[in-house]
């Protein structure tokens, strides 16, 4: 069974940044695409970026596009996000989710427990 | 970007009902619709993918309907574990959106 685990969320002043990691185990990694999804506390699912199972290719939603950075380590089966500039509007749960490649890159089959980022002075 | 909503936010059902929620995308997206069911405390599950196809392992009480812009998730009988949250989301462009969720509340 496929398992995922974020994990770097935290405490941060705006303007900060933060590394999320998300360990990838049970799953063959390279063939899926991988994904951030982040929900406000009370709130919806909003997508924020994606990346292709090799790296190459990368997707961001627009209001983290410029200071969100996606990328992944084949080796390792890890993805990160790389976020910088951060914003009271980021304050959130980030959850990694992963959809095989086959299918397209946003059915989200498996998800993460998630790490909540908290933007904040 | 596609639009999605959901409407109502929330419904209040008892156990045994068939429960219907529906989703409405701002244009035409075929298909290319999911469902997933979030409880509190919990990552959002995969219950259809693409409109109507059924997730593995997920209880056939559950069944999706729909094309174009208006989409629909059908729970026949509703049993207690079913009480969550459920969202819609497009796959047909990016980014991939979510509808706001509705709430299944006991009655």
């Known amino acids: 069974e496929a398992q995922l685990v974020e994990s770097g969320g935290g405490l941060v002043q705006p303007g900060g940044s933060l590394r999320l990691s998300c360990a990838a185990s049970?799953?063959?990694?390279?063939?899926?695409?991988m994904n951030w999804v982040r929900q406000a506390p009370g709130k919806g699912l909003e997508w924020v970026s994606a990346?292709?199972?090799?790296?190459?290719?990368?997707y961001y939603a627009d209001s983290v596009k410029g200071r969100f950075t996606i990328s992944r380590d084949n080796s390792k089966n890890t993805l990160y996000l790389q976020m910088n500039n951060l914003r009271a509007e980021d304050s959130a749960l980030y959850y990694c989710?992963?959809?095989?490649?086959?299918?397209?890159?946003?059915?989200?089959?498996?998800w993460g427990q998630g790490t909540l980022v908290t933007v904040s002075s | 970007d596609i639009q999605m909503t959901q409407s109502p936010s929330s419904l209040s059902a008892s156990v045994g009902d068939r429960v219907t929620i529906p989703c409405r995308a701002s244009?035409?997206?075929?298909?290319?619709l999911n469902w997933y069911q979030q409880k509190p405390g919990q990552a959002p599950k995969v219950l259809i993918f693409?409109?109507?196809n059924l997730q593995s392992g997920v209880p056939s009480r559950f069944s999706g309907s729909g094309s174009g812009t208006d989409f629909a998730l059908t729970i026949s009988s509703l049993q207690p574990e079913d009480f969550a949250t459920y969202y819609c989301?497009?796959?047909?462009?990016?980014?991939?959106?979510f509808g706001q969720g509705t709430k299944v509340e006991i009655k």
């Open positions: 989301q497009q796959i047909y462009s990016t980014p991939p959106t």
């Open positions: 990346l292709s199972g090799d790296g190459d290719s990368t």
């Open positions: 244009q035409y997206i075929s298909t290319y």
């Open positions: 693409t409109a109507s």
């Open positions: 049970g799953l063959t990694f390279t063939t899926y695409a």
């Open positions: 989710a992963t959809s095989r490649e086959s299918t397209g890159y946003y059915n989200f089959d498996y």
